[in-house]
């Protein structure tokens, strides 16, 4: 490129040299001058990888009608980044949510919607999958981990409709490409192997893979294999949040007490100076706990893709195989100030009580409820999707596609969980004012790593399945025309898909329970005791809490993984166990679609107009299969709907001036509501709350009327600044039906209730009032938001800094209808996608060295858009910014030698409750929990032979 930029336009070089300023770091080296002391003239310009990339990611970008963003692979098999989702997060208007396990990029959320409301296809087929701590929850979620990035070699991000597209995502569509031999004609071979280092779990992990693709003339075969391992530990405390008072502990009409109670009438009592008063008002969260967990990762995946390809036809067989298994050991210790009103009888004694600022209560207490928990969970992903695709060109104006896809996703994840409890006599130190963020938790009259100190012992074993399949057959026709100047193509389409979900659960409590253990015994036969001295006094995690201070409690009794599996056996009890019928379902959606659509393309005072117009039908079929509750019994049910969507789109895109575009577009789309929405049975979401869910078969799709206007500048080679508005306006969206019913009437076990809601024996008042909720087709919401990106290689600037380049993007979103009633009446905001974010990377790069450095920002998050239920209890994810780094040096065409760091500032995750109506005091008080991630820095090499 021309250094004829620098002189041609001016503006581009203020812009280019505002932001050099900012990414630029110090530099001996000389720049290279003439006798006259100007900068040399650099006729060109090699353009090198992430240059490379970013250019062609651009090229899409601007060569499209509607608003379309993406990320390019340099060369085949070389993504840009570790994790698929993690480069989208660079790409505005999209926002990374991480797994809570390994702390990896797993879940996208698109323009203010979340994860459900964005559509990813593969090689243009819709797919879906899950993994991790999502499998069960029977969603409509893509979790991009199961898949490592270097076997893809571009994605894009659709985020205007186009009838071509397969409906349902009302955020938007993200197609996947996996590489095919004539990519790049002739023989590649691509290898990478690093070593990932977390500085949390201390431990270093492989990672490596490998591809080879070579063409024959018209043939050509394409394999990769990519594995990776990771270990990934994660410390913390939690308080779950509430906001507990003494004086409304036994107040049933109050659903926010959670039967916390003091006993201030206790011989023992102190208060300590302050009134009976302020005692029995001060807050205390529900529990004090320590949250300790070790995830271990494994992933293996294998692409391949077969090609013939000459100037009339193209047709390839592509492959994707992927496993993921994940194995985490939770273990959490610490004080459930929330069943002191049923636990402990007479309630806690306030020995040395302490009033904070913000009304929270601190002390020493006596007769404090202690619980200790292990939770064993392991998950695995097997997906598999084949995909069969050919293009004809019969003539030179007519072409035919076609295209046969099935894929399938078959996870299970299992969690054992041991608990033991103590419930009285306990005296504790609990006091959060020194230490942000690890409070002082010290048992002053007993021993917590001696399994004899806890009193009762219990357990919850589970199995939960999900399984996608996913076929579609599609064939369209295109044919390129003219009409005096203009030129367009017109396409016309038809698709069948079928999507069916199974999910399950399966509990293993009763027939574990008599099941015959190493010992002889059962688990009805061990007394507390027998059942207490298996526990381990050691905690299996190291390092834990590395931030935490001497009075933060490190180590407590608990059961280990080798105990768990190894003499208690669950996973032979749960196999052997019934379906738990209420939690399992098989829906079947079929959905037929047609599509017109056409592009044009033609000048209009001499610039150039390009147009798209579509009209797509679809038509759905669903039938389910459930179990409902009949006179106590669970009986199978199957049920049937069908509903059909018009969903018209139009798209402009017209050359203003010199390399500016303006954008404009309008669609109407659909986002189907989640399955477990529709097909769900009897649910208890979470066993300490008297909540349940049921399923509504009834339900239509969200549908939403979009609307977007764009202008772009491509300034200069590589380059551009854009702004964008957009609108999504969506009816029929799903929110809460509730009515109260007694617990009786849902003919459920009292074991699917937790032991705050039992009684000494196990068992549960018929009476107590149960909130059922379920899903119906009454909201109304819309979403405003604007889009900020610029993009520049500052080829402008003389010598070495000609070699600098940055990629900057903001968005903010605001939302109309997502707003939540207190109890005071009184309306508040609530927003479960970010408000607003930002990404900003600064990039170095020769034809040998490049060093890149990056900053993700998005604001606070409410974890849950519902008042739960009427308790003015809003969970919060504070806002997050991640620092991630990379650098390379090219030795040869087959060694590149790169470290790359993520998450390099330490970012935590903080979660809280606001005060809604200024009746808790100090707004940011309630924190929810706190969790340490951790840095990770991988050492590699990769390269070509």
């Not at 999209?94 to 390994?102: A, F, N, Q, V």
């Not at 349902?168 to 590489?179: E, H, R, Y």
């Not at 009184?826 to 034809?847: I, L, Q, R």
Request: aromatic share 10%; charged share 25%.
């Amino acid at each position: 490129m021309m250094r004829e930029y620098f002189a041609r336009n001016d503006l581009s070089a203020a812009l280019g040299l505002a932001v050099a300023s900012l990414v630029a770091t110090t530099s001996n080296a000389q720049t290279e001058t003439t006798n006259s002391g100007q900068a040399e003239v650099i006729e060109e310009i090699s353009v090198t990888g992430m240059r490379s990339s970013l250019r062609q990611s651009l090229a899409i970008k601007q060569e499209a009608t509607g608003v379309v963003d993406a990320v390019v692979a340099e060369d085949i098999g070389k993504f840009p980044d570790a994790n698929v989702a993690e480069s989208l997060q660079r790409i505005p208007g999209i926002y990374l949510s991480r797994d809570g396990s390994s702390n990896e990029g797993n879940r996208i959320s698109i323009r203010g919607l979340g994860p459900s409301f964005a559509v990813t296809t593969i090689n243009g087929a819709p797919v879906h999958t899950t993994s991790s701590d999502n499998i069960g929850s029977s969603t409509r979620d893509f979790n991009y981990d199961v898949f490592p990035s270097e076997l893809f070699g571009a994605v894009r991000v659709y985020k205007t409709p186009m009838a071509e597209l397969t409906e349902g995502g009302i955020g938007g569509v993200v197609d996947l490409a996996t590489p095919r031999p004539h990519d790049q004609d002739g023989q590649v071979i691509r290898y990478a192997v690093s070593a990932p280092h977390n500085d949390s779990s201390e431990e270093t992990s492989p990672r490596g893979s490998f591809l080879y693709s070579n063409t024959w003339g018209n043939f050509g075969a394409l394999i990769g294999l990519a594995h990776s391992e990771a270990v990934n530990t994660r410390s913390g405390f939690q308080t779950t949040g509430s906001f507990n008072r003494s004086a409304l502990g036994e107040n049933e009409k109050d659903p926010g007490a959670f039967g916390f109670k003091l006993d201030l009438d206790n011989p023992d009592a102190n208060f300590n100076g302050l009134t009976r008063d302020q005692i029995d008002n001060a807050f205390m969260p529900r529990f004090y706990r320590t949250f300790a967990t070790k995830n271990e990762r494994e992933r293996t995946a294998l692409v391949n893709s077969f090609q013939f390809k000459n100037d009339k036809l193209d047709v390839s067989l592509d492959t994707l195989l992927a496993d993921i298994s994940d194995k985490r050991d939770e273990y959490t210790f610490g004080a459930a100030i929330r069943n002191s009103g049923t636990t402990v009888g007479t309630g806690i004694v306030p020995i040395d009580p302490i009033i904070d600022e913000h009304n929270n209560l601190h002390g020493v207490f006596g007769n404090v409820p202690i619980f200790a928990e292990s939770v064993v969970n392991d998950s695995e992903t097997e997906f598999q999707s084949f995909n069969l695709r050919a293009e004809y060109l019969p003539t030179d104006t007519v072409t035919l596609r076609g295209q046969i896809t099935s894929s399938s996703s078959d996870a299970e994840l299992t969690r054992w969980r041991m608990g033991s409890e103590t419930r009285e006599g306990v005296e504790m130190l609990m006091d959060h004012r020194g230490n942000g963020l690890y409070p002082n938790l010290v048992i002053l009259n007993g021993d917590i790593t001696n399994p004899q100190f806890y009193t009762r012992a219990d357990r919850d074993f589970s199995l939960r399945n999900e399984e996608d399949d996913d076929d579609m057959a599609k064939f369209e026709i295109a044919w390129d025309y003219g009409v005096r100047d203009w030129l367009g193509t017109l396409k016309s389409g038809v698709s069948f898909a079928e999507s069916s979900k199974y999910s399950s659960r399966t509990n293993g409590n009763s027939v574990f329970d008599d099941q015959l253990l190493p010992n002889g015994l059962t688990w009805n036969t061990m007394t507390t005791e027998q059942r207490l001295a298996v526990m381990d006094s050691e905690l299996r995690i190291d390092p834990f809490a590395k931030g935490a201070g001497e009075n933060f409690p490190k180590g407590w009794a608990n059961w280990t993984r080798d105990t768990i599996e190894n003499f208690f056996q669950p996973e032979r009890a749960t196999r052997m166990s019934p379906r738990d019928f209420g939690a399992t379902f098989q829906a079947q959606e079929d959905v037929a679609s047609v599509y017109l659509q056409t592009d044009l393309r033609g000048d209009v005072y001499n610039r150039e107009l390009r147009i798209n117009v579509g009209l797509r039908y679809s038509e759905t079929d669903v039938s389910i299969d459930n179990f409902l509750l009949v006179d106590g019994e669970f009986e199978s049910n199957s049920s049937e709907d069908s509903y059909d969507n018009l969903m018209p789109s139009v798209s402009l895109a017209y050359d203003v001036y010199n390399d500016v575009v303006l954008r404009a577009s309008y669609g109407k789309t659909i986002t189907r509501s989640a399955l477990t929405d529709i097909a769900g049975g009897l649910v208890i979401p979470n066993v300490f709350e008297p909540q349940a869910n049921s399923g509504n078969p009834g339900l239509l799709p969200m549908e939403a009327d979009q609307y977007d206007l764009t202008a772009e500048w491509y300034f200069a080679e590589g380059a551009l600044v854009s702004v964008g508005l957009f609108q999504k306006d969506l009816s029929d969206t799903t929110i809460s039906e509730t009515v109260v019913v007694p617990w009786s009437s849902l003919g459920l076990p009292d074991s699917a209730l937790g032991s705050n809601l039992q009684d000494v024996d196990g068992k549960v008042d018929p009476d107590l009032p149960i909130t059922l909720s379920t899903k119906v087709n009454e909201g109304d919401v819309s979403f405003t938001g604007l889009e900020v990106a610029y993009q520049q290689n500052f080829t402008f600037l003389p010598g070495i800094w000609s070699n600098l380049g940055t990629q900057m993007s903001y968005t903010r979103v605001d939302t109309d209808g997502q707003n939540w009633t207190s109890r005071s009446g009184v309306d508040h905001e609530v927003w479960n996608v970010p408000k607003y974010g930002y990404a900003m990377t600064g990039f170095w790069e020769d034809e040998v060295f490049t060093a890149r450095l990056s900053w993700t920002y998005k604001d606070r998050t409410a974890v849950e858009t519902n008042n739960d239920p009427g308790r003015d209890l809003q969970r919060w994810r504070t806002g997050a910014g991640y620092l991630d780094a990379s650098l390379s040096y090219h030795l040869t065409d087959w060694l590149e030698v790169r470290i790359d760091g993520t998450n390099l500032n330490d970012e935590k995750t903080y979660e809280y409750f606001p005060d809604p109506d200024g009746i808790y005091s100090g707004s940011r008080s309630r924190r929810d929990n706190f969790l340490e991630n951790g840095r990770t820095i991988t050492l590699g090499i990769r390269g070509s032979l």
